[in-house]
Each structure stands twice: as C-alpha cells, then as structure tokens.
C-alpha cells in the first residue's frame, strides 16, 4: 500500500512511518494512493468474524510493512472483551461494538465501552500496541503530542500508559472539559503521562500541535508523534466498526444501511467516507454538529468557515466544541479530485484564518454524489432527546449521542436502517443527564469517585514556544 500526503509534497512512506510521524512533512494529512476495494466475495466472507479478525481482515489493505501473523496477533491482543467491558447499564460485555434496537429501522451502535468509555477507545488501545510493536522493532522511543476536547485525551493516555518508549504531552481546554472527563486525565500518576491545559478553545490547543508537528527540525530532534485524528492509523482502525455495524444490521450485502455520526473534528466520519470507497454498502453518511456547526454548515452551504475562538461556543457536548476540523482536509482532498494544488490553495486560506467557498466550481456540483447529509442541535434539543430516548426506551445516552439521534430522526429513509454511532457513556456528562432526567448515570465499576482522587496538571497559555520548552525540560 502507498501513501500520499493531501498537499502532495511528501515523499511517500511506509504505514509505520506515518504511525510515528503523524502530520505529513508539508503540513498535509496522509491517505492511501487509492482505496482498497472490497469484494463480494469478501464482505460474505467477513460476515461470519470476530471483531478482532474483522479488523486484521481490513487492516491488512492498509498495513504491507507489518508481517501479517504480527499484526493478526496486535488485533487479537487488542479487540478482547476484557478490554472493552464497560457497558452502558453497567453490566457485562457480551460483544464488542454491539448494537441497541431503539425500534424498528433505527439503531445505535455501542462504541464506548472500552476503558475511557469513549469511541476513541476502539481506535486508541490499538494505536497503543502498535507503537509499542514499532518501537521495539526499531530501537526508538518516541514523545506524542496531542490535543483534545475531551475523550481523545483520556483514551491516548490510557493506551499509552506505561509503555515503554512512548511519553505523551495532551493538551486540553482549561475548565472547557466535564468533571469526568478532566478526572480520567488529570488522575493518571504514570510518569510518562504529562497533562497541559490551554487557556483559550481546543482549536488552541490544536493549532499548537499543528505549529510543532511543522516544525521539521524540533519534530526530528525530539521525536515528536501524534495520536490526534490527523493519524492516519486512528483513521484506519475506526473503518472497522463501519463495516461490523453494517452487518449487524443486515441480513445480506445487497441491503444498505444509513450511518449518523456526531462529529467535531471530522475523524470518526471520514472513516465511514472510507469504508463506503471500499465498497460498503453505505446510502448516506449523516453528520451531527452541536452549536459549532461549522461542518454543517459546509455540506448545506458549501462554505467553509472556521470559526475563532471568541466565536466558538462551550456546549454541553463539549467533544464537538471545535470549529476548524482537522479531518475534513482528507474528504475534501477527494471531494477535489485528490487534486493537492486545489487543497493547498484552500488550506493557505484556512491556515491564515480565512474561509473557502465552493460555490461556483465544479467541485459542488460533485458533492451531492458523496452521500452527505447533515444537521445540527442544541443544548435544548440534546436535553429533549436523552429525556425522550429514556422514557420511550429506557435507554440512557449521552449527550454528543443525542445530537446524533436527533440529526439522524431528520433524515431516515424508509426501508434503510439507520445506526448512530455512540459517542461517549452518560457517565462522562452527569450535570446534563441529572439536568435532563433528575437522576445521576450510572458509572461502571471501578470508575466511581474518580473525580475525587488527586490530580496533576499544568495551566498554561496558548503558546507553541512555551509548550515547547515544557516538553523539552520533562524529556530528561
């Protein structure tokens, strides 16, 4: 499998030097040269595996620098029920991924039982086994910067925690989090893990990972990976529950199933954008914003426009409090042409804080012919729809989770099942779901009173030079 960089200026690298590096060296992110496609032949075939296998199957099209017995075993060491136990009302797994009947035609596909209980788990502990199978290969270490809203944070730390040759600095909102979530991070005591909160939005944070990933010289001399969603191995590992859902829901590959994703920074999406290049039997990819409905905005208006800071707003899904997706650079990369001058030209826009518009290019008018459809909601409507799914299913959601079933009521189609995709467990936003329902969630055991033990973190401001310095001095 080759690799390309989305503003074409890259040489082309192995899959395991993209896990390692990150952000392409001309400030792009990395894609296959094609999509692998899918056969009949194999999805039949892939019906009847285990979520491990099913993740070996698909990550062999993208993974040729790994030996395959190596990497079935990676698979298997990582997609456990042991490893993804927390379920939603606190009972034991019984599958990995597996889907909840709201009613007839309409789903939700259990991502976050994993131990951040968080979506971000499915990718992340595998990420975790492969950089530490890298490394020991070649001898090296390597420190990961990254940024987060919320959950990626917490489910890099936890993967990464106590592996040798790996230290992680996350970046992270000041007091922009939920309590749970601050507490899953700031309580790690592992000395590898360095916690920094930003004062300003995530988009802060990210743009100072972005600022030292393109830093080719402090980037080689200090080694510096990434774990975001600009990884393309997170990318990778999130096809598979595309693929696992689908045929959860179907009794065969001539069906077609609908996929509504609350999305923020575009990652988990564009897996699915994928998987339907592959061959996936996909009708439509529906994409849920909250109040920074930036992206929304992009596939109703065909502008987009980042928002700044003071422009972005702190919601009750607090995961989506993003207004420039770093991920969308990979859809638009293909909405294109896969044409890198086209994107350059757009991100030098983005990048000096402007705004592209597609109106009036051929591009729009290929736009429909990716199946996209999105929609947005509020504080108000997130509150209405955990109150609802709970009285009419007895089923507790989160909050990201609401938006998506609300966005996805929107645009069902008859005959088409529709699965949203759980974001997080109601555990992780207590203050809404007790606003919402007058009960507390219910926390998994083992998990309660985190909010309670010692925490350890440094506030900072929103510098690149400053965070540089503090990364240096703790590589000791």
């Not at 790994?66 to 490893?83: E, G, M, Q, S």
């Not at 529906?286 to 109040?291: C, H, I, P």
Request: proline fraction near 4%; charged fraction near 20%; charge should be negative.
């Amino acid at each position: 499998m080759r690799y390309l960089s989305t503003r074409g200026q890259a040489a082309e690298p192995s899959f395991c030097d993209i896990l390692l590096g990150g952000l392409a060296p001309d400030g792009g992110l990395y894609l296959p040269e094609e999509a692998p496609r899918v056969t009949r032949a194999e999805l039949d075939a892939w019906r009847q595996l285990s979520y491990a296998d099913l993740a070996f199957a698909i990550l062999s099209k993208f993974v040729t620098d790994i030996p395959a017995d190596d990497l079935k075993a990676i698979c298997r060491k990582t997609y456990t029920a042991d490893v993804y136990c927390y379920t939603r009302n606190g009972g034991a797994a019984a599958e990995i991924t597996p889907l909840t009947k709201l009613e007839e035609g309409f789903y939700l596909q259990e991502l976050s039982n994993g131990p951040t209980l968080a979506f971000k788990d499915m990718a992340m502990q595998l990420l975790g086994n492969l950089f530490e199978y890298v490394l020991d290969k070649r001898g090296e270490a390597i420190n990961i910067l990254g940024a987060t809203s919320g959950d990626t944070g917490s489910a890099a730390e936890y993967a990464m925690r106590g592996k040798h040759g790996v230290k992680v600095f996350m970046l992270s909102p000041h007091g922009k989090m939920s309590a749970f979530q601050r507490a899953q991070m700031y309580s790690l005591q592992d000395a590898n893990i360095f916690n920094i909160a930003v004062r300003g939005m995530f988009d802060d944070a990210q743009d100072i990972v972005k600022a030292v990933s393109n830093d080719a010289a402090f980037k080689a001399q200090y080694k510096i990976g990434a774990v975001n969603s600009i990884n393309w191995a997170r990318v990778a590992a999130q096809i598979v529950y595309y693929f696992k859902g689908y045929f959860a829901v179907t009794a065969n590959n001539d069906e077609q199933v609908a996929f509504c994703v609350p999305s923020g920074n575009f990652g988990n999406i564009c897996a699915g954008h994928i998987a339907r290049q592959m061959g996936l039997p996909i009708a439509k990819l529906v994409l849920a914003t909250n109040e920074n409905n930036v992206l929304d905005e992009f596939f109703r208006t065909g502008v987009y426009r980042p928002r700044k800071t003071a422009e972005t707003f702190v919601t009750s899904s607090p995961s989506m409090d993003i207004s420039k997706a770093s991920n969308f650079e990979r859809f638009v990369f293909d909405l294109v042409g896969r044409d890198p001058a086209v994107v350059r030209d757009l991100w030098a826009k983005v990048d000096a804080g402007g705004a592209f518009d597609l109106n009036g290019t051929p591009h729009m008018g290929k736009l429909a012919g990716f199946a996209f459809a999105s929609g947005a909601s509020s504080h108000a409507d997130r509150l209405a729809t955990i109150r609802d799914v709970w009285e009419k299913h007895g089923v507790m959601i989160d909050t990201h989770t609401a938006d998506g079933v609300k966005v996805a009521r929107q645009h069902r189609q008859a005959g088409i099942p529709m699965v949203v995709l759980e974001t997080a467990q109601p555990a992780k936003f207590a203050e809404t779901i007790e606003e919402a329902l007058g009960r507390a969630p219910v926390v998994p055991e083992g998990l309660q009173g985190l909010e309670n033990l010692p925490q350890r973190v440094e506030v900072m401001d929103a510098d690149t030079d400053a965070i540089k310095r503090y990364i240096v001095a703790n590589l000791g």
